[in-house]
């Protein structure tokens, strides 16, 4: 830790939380003003020349990566906001309800979509600025409509209404047991069982919120171009702002773009010179390819459809963009050498698949394996042995090292912080940590949660999981549930320290796999209590980064905290009640198109087949595949063996302090080493461009351009993109019934990939 006096108080990034204020001084009036309030004060100056444009365009450049929290963004604040409102509370609610309702459907469908949280920042920026002007706002109707539509409003009804339109990790394990278990379980149990699992984590976000939400240094990158479209919207005169013409001219353009790549002319989600030269080559597709799913890993393509770019090669900050390049580098050099060297058998199957293999080749009858529900190991002996194909076997290997340098590097590297920050749960200890950060000072003006409120939820939570656990008759034993809570709040913290500190979030899908596996040595053959370990480790896990995130959402904005974890909570609620009614109500009324393979055109169970297959491939077949005989068994060692990849970089540091070498990121260097495993690839080659453009080339250029319009400009794509998908997917991709193609021709010839590849292996 750095000692409390600052040589640049503005940007101290060395510090951990704490609501007391440092040294003080004495003030012109006699009055005790603190270094933080001089600090804040100074900040704010610096920002009035940054938006009159008096700066130098030194002042302009970012040169760290967290100076965007004070160079982007504004510490304006006005206590007075009112942010609990009459259309808090009615937007809120009805957009929490409409994103639960949509979320679940979407989760049922043959296209899995998500809602975006910027549509509904936008839709909600629209009609709460209609309400504003249309309800009556004299006399005693002033509580409906107390003034302007404000930021805090904005913000309250998108964190409530994003915490609620998802489909929680809890629905899968329930719809599963009710599909292929036929284990229904009663209303209370199984919304509790939601609302349970999502309360361990904001648990855990508020007893690690001083640590990676108060200090400067935790800035959140994923937030920055969030925040920076809030403050646009609000404190920017909305006839002359710069800022918000360019946010709306930018919309507007993607907004009739998307159409052309997204439906007409879909060639352009990834040309591929050398798929226009040959569209028969499965080694051409394999390495070129990458517009279908699962179809290549898109070497030298290029995508123009902004939907799989996305904005976060505008706003990661540049090392990581570094570390995940390298990472893709070694993509391409080890997923082609697996395969065509052959490896555990690749070329008897797919290049790119998900899917477990019999040794024909055929997909793996799993639910052959189970008798009564567990693992039988008579019919295993009938069946034959398990196989991934080569790439996937590959990621479960390189994500497994990524965990473990995950430690090394994270204890390593941030030591400094986190020591003084577990002091603090020592009831003896006298020493408060201390944040020098302005956005944190004019926070100071509100109420904090108690760490107190947190433990209570946090025991709330845990018993509320295992009363669940045990009326749901998941096979979980209690000690199995607490071990696996255990580990999900070491990695909630190891993990959120990333996306906190660089804005690495690549771990949902890995972490996943690490509390399978963990869970199938705890409970082995058992497949339901592998899913119920799965949904207990990363999902309060994922719940507590998303709240962290918020927090600094709210600390960014000026959201008092208490408000801020009401509209967690509050969201949350909404979101199990809904998500419950609909997954029963869809349920009922389309099982039988729900247990089929290929589902019907308005309804499938793919999501949760999919869940119910990972299940019993790690729960039913972890100890064949990755136990110490098994084909697979360095899967687990690369756990082990990660710990130990850092350290070359750590020594090299200390042999060459300023090289440089504390900037690269093992983890994720790991972690992208075979990223080109699953799903569409094209957009890897312009997103590395993007990035490299954005945050090197305009930053350092034109630092005055990059720090006013960089981050709004990555909000104004984003925010394009994902209203007319939306549009789209309702009107003419089937997310209402009947979809309606755009006719064939040579820019959608529905014979090839999307590139014009050969088709994927099916």
Known sequence: MADVENTRPTLDDKQSASDDASVEKKGLDGAEVTEDAIMAKEVEEFEERLQKDEATDEEYLVQEAYEVA???????????????????????????????????????????????????????????????????????????????????????????????????????????????????????????????????????????????????????????????????LHFDNQMTSKRVRLFWTVFLVMFVWEIVPQWMFPLLTGVSIFCLANNNSTVFRNVFGGASNNEGMGLLSWCFDWNLIGSD????????????????????????????????????FPFMSQAIFAEDGSQYNQTALLTNGKFDPVKYEQLGPAFFSATNALYFMTSNLSLGATFTHVFFWHWEDIKPFLRTFN????????????????????????????????????????????????????????????????????????????????FNTSANGFYQMI?????????????????????????????????????????????????????????????????????????????????TRL??????????????????????????????HMVPICLAIGVFLPLPFIVAWYIWPKAGFENFSTPIILQYSCFLSVGINTSVNPSMAIGILSQWWVRTRYPRWFTKYNYIVAAALDGGTQVISFILNFAVFGASGTPHLFPGWWGNDFSLSADRCALPDN
């Not at 939570?461 to 199995?480: E, F, M, R, V």
């Not at 869940?611 to 039913?620: D, L």
Request: charged share 10%.
């Open 603 to 632: 309804w499938s169970g793919q999501n949760a087949q999919s869940f119910n297959t990972n299940g019993i491939s790690w729960g039913g077949l972890a100890p064949q595949m990755f136990g110490i005989h098994g084909i697979y």
């Open 519 to 599: 869970t199938a040595y705890l409970v082995p053959g058992d497949p339901i209590a592998n899913m119920y370990g799965a949904l207990y480790g990363q999902h309060p896990q994922g719940q507590c980064i998303a709240m962290l995130g918020d927090l600094k959402l709210g600390q960014y904005v000026k959201l008092a905290p208490r408000v801020t974890f009401a509209m967690q909570v509050l969201g949350t609620v909404v979101g199990a009640i809904l998500n419950y009614i609909m997954m029963v109500t869809i349920i009922d009324a389309n099982r039988d198109a729900l247990l089929s393979i290929s589902g």
């Open 70 to 232: 004070i160079k982007v963004l504004s510490t304006h604040d006005d206590p007075e906001l009112p942010s609990l409102t009459f259309r808090t509370f009615i937007l809120g609610l009805g957009f929490s309800a409409f994103g639960a309702v949509l979320a679940q459907i979407y989760y049922f469908k043959p296209q899995t979509l998500s809602v975006s949280t910027l549509f509904l920042l936008v839709l909600s920026y629209w009609i709460g600025n209609a309400m504003a002007m249309i309800l009556p706002s004299h006399g005693i109707f002033r509580w409906i409509n107390p003034g302007p539509f404000n930021i805090k409003e904005h913000v309250a009804i998108i964190i409530m209404s994003s915490t609620a339109a998802v489909s929680a990790t809890a629905i899968q394990v329930i719809s599963v047991q009710d599909l292929y278990y036929n284990n229904k379980l009663n209303p209370g149990l199984a919304i509790f069982t939601l609302i349970g699992s999502q309360l361990l984590g904001y648990g855990y976000a508020g007893l690690l919120q001083d640590l990676l939400v108060k200090p400067t240094k935790c800035f959140w990158p994923s937030t920055i171009s969030t925040a920076n479209l809030f403050q646009a």
């Open 427 to 506: 009831p003896w200890n006298r020493t408060p940590l201390e944040v020098h950060d302005p956005h944190y000072e004019k926070m100071k003006v509100y109420k904090q949660i108690p760490r107190w409120w947190y433990f209570v939820l946090l025991a709330a939570a845990y018993a509320i999981a295992q009363a669940t656990n045990y009326g749901g008759h998941s096979g979980l034993p209690w000690w199995a549930l607490t071990v696996i809570l255990l580990i999900s709040f070491v990695l909630s913290m190891l993990f959120a320290t990333l996306a906190a500190t660089i804005g690495f979030r690549e």
């Open 313 to 348: 090669c505008l706003f990661s900050p540049l090392w990581l963009q570094i570390n995940q390049d390298i990472g893709i580098f070694l993509t391409y050099i080890l997923m082609a050498g697996v395969y065509y060297g052959n490896l555990w058998r690749a070329k008897d």
